[in-house]
């Protein structure tokens, strides 16, 4: 366990050092951040004076030197756009990404998982194929259209809900809704297929044979086995929810991380953006971890020495 | 007596006291991530100072026709022809409760004029070039001292550039609190403090910020208790907030979107022409671009009033020159700089035997509202012509490059000038002039020498009619339209934009703002 530990670790590791190369080099290729942050057309000169002031006119491997050394010390540098220290930017907007990660994510596992084992149990009437429709709707509709067809209808005609902002939990419930929404529809689709497999299978027909009740057949034997694939999806939906966060939080308002990364990106405030990166990453490497590790408490064939 | 006198007053106050709270929820389309009127002429920036910042000279807003009056300055003379003298109004108050000091007005100028980061160098260029030094002769008045004798003294102080900001708090944000250094001034954009008649809180760089009346305004109390002013950058996501009630006015609202709000009972538009040209210029440093036939040709190929009826819905303005009713006796709308004539267009062309080729022609997705539409419309009228466009759509600032060929900008009026408009673009020291796409011969310096200084109006007539009548014949430059803005807002609320303001001011003083219900 341990040894798989330390190598996981040291896996994850160089996959940040990866990120943090990439992620360097690759901003300062898209653009001189001066070209996207001054207004359009400031003259020549005080432009050059503020790449001289920000540093950027020095080499850049002398520039990746000091934002190595930075991270090293606990420095990751200041917002060329909002001239205040990336950490703060980044502590004042996580909450509120944070809490529609969480809603997203209780959202989608608490409906998924019982609408995917009654899916599976009703396949062969009406229930078990409306569940399924529906999740295919779900899945396959983009979800800025999704969200602007809630906008359109709980905010617009309606006037129940509000249309943006992060102001209090009621503005989190459509965009939590709108970012579970494919991740609903997967575990949904995954949790039946991977019950269908095996409610087939012998051992179901020897637990029924000792005389257990069906719904302690189902929740002790059959989901626990079917539950692997559904965690894998999770943990992919989990990382996908990183992206689609973006695109969620710039129609509602947001102010999240997602909204932040697109914007220096747009801005090419570089500090910012390979914050952000990093950030993500580490989620992403994070959360693989996890979803490794819990393979090992369903299942216990699988043993973390791999 | 003396009871029933109180008694009688606390009657007529509560009488006198508004029975709610005066709050109004604004959402713009882009906020400032930083908040300092000294070194920021940027349009988002624009919306924000003057609710909160006073300039040492004030002028009446709601008038086509400028009036100056004082502000933290009540009275000031030109002494000699470069120098001028300003008396500063008694007990005026910052925000953090200081006193306002002839201290604070000398700090106020230098930061600029000595250049204490390049963004404030970029606004000395813009304004305040022609300023040597400013210096405090006692308590109450203050003394500006020019190079060359100023015309647009009362002008430049009235800009928000020109705002008054508190030293000693600026010099006590960061390091050593007696010395003013570079993060001071960082640290300030993110906590501002001024001496208008609201105050700037809770201010999230880009996000939002809360205006909050301030009780030691020494003018006209603010109409509002308090504006929440946050970013929506979605149009669509704007315009539901506001049909949702969550907001009450809202900004950036374009042509096609008009008749959603008129269709809503609840909300009405209000809107004017901004005193800000969207141009399209030629690089013509660019060999392809070198020849000037070439130049006039694709500006007279360019249908302007098609442009404005088809996009603009004919709201906006096509002038005859680069003028606006604003620059009062210097409004020179009889000059005829730009014209539409597609059949010299052609004959140009075959003179300069430039027929079927092809030019490059940048614009930014969104910047400009109508950028992109109004783009795709003049390649049908180039290719009318002749002409092949290239379009090429980035964000990025493609003006100052060797290979540019033509693109879009915007000419904001900076302060009621041809100076402060035309000339912070296109005189010998403009941004396109240093920018290196247009380098015009020494007679255009001279022009400028004698519309920038002169004194006399018939003479500054004079010579910005010669500009304007070389800027014709080189055709550095087309403008196309004076861009009508539009604004969203519940129907209970009196708000518009007023015509002496630079364009994008959200102006919600005394007078400017009020609730009919």
């Not at chain 1, 695109?247 to 405030?269: H, N, P, S, W």
């Not at chain 2, 022809?81 to 007005?105: C, I, M, Q, Y």
């Not at chain 2, 709308?333 to 940048?362: I, S």
Request: glycine share 6%; net charge negative.
């Amino acid at each position: 366990m341990l040894d798989f530990l330390t190598r996981r670790t040291l896996g994850s590791l160089a996959t940040l050092i990866v990120v943090v190369v990439a992620v360097f080099f690759a901003t300062r290729l898209s653009g001189n951040a001066m070209d996207y942050m001054l207004p359009p057309g400031i003259d020549a000169e005080t432009k050059a004076a503020m790449v001289r002031h920000f540093g950027l006119d020095q080499p850049l491997l002398e520039q990746f030197w000091r934002y190595v050394t930075g991270l090293f010390s606990g420095d990751v540098g200041i917002s060329l756009f909002e001239r205040r220290s990336v950490v703060t930017i980044y502590a004042e907007r996580l909450p509120n990404t944070v809490m529609l990660f969480s809603y997203a994510l209780v959202l989608s596992v608490v409906l998924g998982v019982p609408l995917g084992i009654a899916a599976a149990l009703n396949r062969r009437n009406p229930l078990g194929g409306a569940i399924m429709a529906v999740a295919f709707v779900g899945y396959a509709t983009p979800n800025f259209v999704l969200a602007i067809v809630m906008i359109l209808i709980f905010s617009f005609n309606l006037h129940w809900l509000p249309s943006s902002g992060d102001a209090t939990p009621l503005h989190f419930l459509m965009p939590s809704i709108v970012l579970a929404a494919p991740m609903l529809a997967e575990i949904v689709r995954f949790t039946r297929n991977a019950l269908l497999d095996v409610l087939s299978q012998d051992y179901l027909r020897t637990a029924r044979a000792k005389g257990l009740p069906e719904w302690l057949v189902i929740v002790k034997h059959a989901l626990r086995n079917a539950a692997i694939p559904v965690v894998t999806i999770i943990g992919l939906q989990v990382a996908g929810m990183v992206a689609r966060c973006v695109l969620v939080e710039a129609v509602f308002a947001t102010k999240g991380i997602g909204d932040l990364v697109v914007f220096a990106t747009m801005q090419r405030d570089y500090p910012v953006l390979q914050f952000g990166v990093i950030l993500i990453a580490a989620l992403v490497v994070v959360v693989s971890l996890v979803v490794d590790l819990l393979y090992a408490a369903i299942d216990p064939r699988v043993k973390v020495t791999a | 007596m003396h009871k029933t006198l109180l008694i009688a007053l606390a009657t007529t106050t509560m009488l006198v006291a508004p029975s709610h709270a005066l709050d109004l929820k604004v959402a713009v389309q882009n906020l400032p991530a930083t908040l300092d009127p000294g070194k920021d002429h940027s349009n988002t920036g624009s919306q924000i100072y003057y609710n909160a910042f006073d300039p040492l000279i004030e002028k009446d807003y709601a008038a086509d026709k400028v009036t100056f009056k004082p502000g933290i300055a009540t009275e000031w003379k030109q002494v000699e022809p470069t120098v001028f003298e300003v008396k500063l109004r008694d007990g005026v108050k910052f925000h953090n409760g200081a006193t306002v000091t002839a201290e604070d007005v000398v700090f106020s100028f230098e930061r600029i004029i000595n250049e204490a980061t390049p963004e404030f160098g970029s606004v000395k260029k813009q304004f305040f070039n022609n300023f040597e030094k400013v210096e405090a002769v006692d308590a109450t008045t203050v003394r500006f001292t020019t190079f060359k004798p100023e015309p647009l003294f009362e002008t430049l102080l009235n800009t928000s550039e020109g705002s008054i900001v508190p030293k000693a708090y600026i010099a006590g944000l960061s390091g050593d609190p007696a010395v003013v250094e570079p993060s001071d001034f960082d640290a300030f954009g993110l906590a501002p403090v001024g001496t208008g008649p609201y105050s700037i809180q809770n201010f999230q760089p880009g996000e939002g910020l809360t205006y909050v009346k301030f009780a030691d305004y020494w003018g006209d109390m603010a109409p509002l208790d308090s504006a929440e002013l946050r970013r929506i950058p979605e149009m669509a996501t704007r315009i539901t907030a506001l049909a949702n009630g969550e907001v009450d006015l809202i900004t950036n609202v374009p042509p096609d979107q008009l008749a959603t709000i008129e269709a809503n009972p609840n909300l009405k538009v209000e809107g004017a022409v901004t005193p800000l040209f969207h141009v399209v210029f030629f690089n013509t440093e660019n060999p392809k671009m070198a020849d000037k036939r070439v130049r006039q040709a694709l500006s007279m190929a360019i249908d302007r009033n098609l442009l404005n009826e088809a996009l603009w819905l004919g709201k906006a303005v096509v002038p005859s020159t680069h003028t606006y009713p604003q620059y009062g006796e210097l409004y020179m709308p009889e000059l005829n700089t730009f014209e539409y004539n597609p059949e010299k267009a052609k004959e140009l062309l075959k003179e300069a035997g430039f027929e079927g080729q092809t030019v490059r022609y940048d614009t930014d997705p969104v910047y400009y509202t109508n950028g992109l539409l109004a783009a795709q419309a003049i390649k049908e009228m180039w290719a009318a012509v002749g002409v092949t466009m290239d379009l090429k759509v980035d964000p990025k600032w493609t003006g100052d490059d060797k290979d540019m060929e033509s693109r879009n900008w915007s000419n904001p009026m900076y302060f009621a000038d041809p100076a402060g408009s035309f000339g912070t673009m296109w005189s010998p020291t403009g941004a396109r002039i240093t920018g290196g796409s247009w380098k015009p011969n020494e007679a255009y310096t001279e022009m400028w020498e004698r519309f920038r200084y002169s004194t006399d109006i018939a003479t500054r007539k004079a010579a910005y009619a010669e500009i304007m009548a070389y800027v014709k014949d080189e055709a550095p430059v087309l403008v196309l339209y004076q861009p009508y803005e539009s604004y969203g807002m519940t129907k209970s609320l009196e708000w518009k934009p007023l015509p002496g303001h630079i364009p994008y001011v959200l102006d919600f003083r005394a007078g400017a703002v009020a609730f009919n219900d």
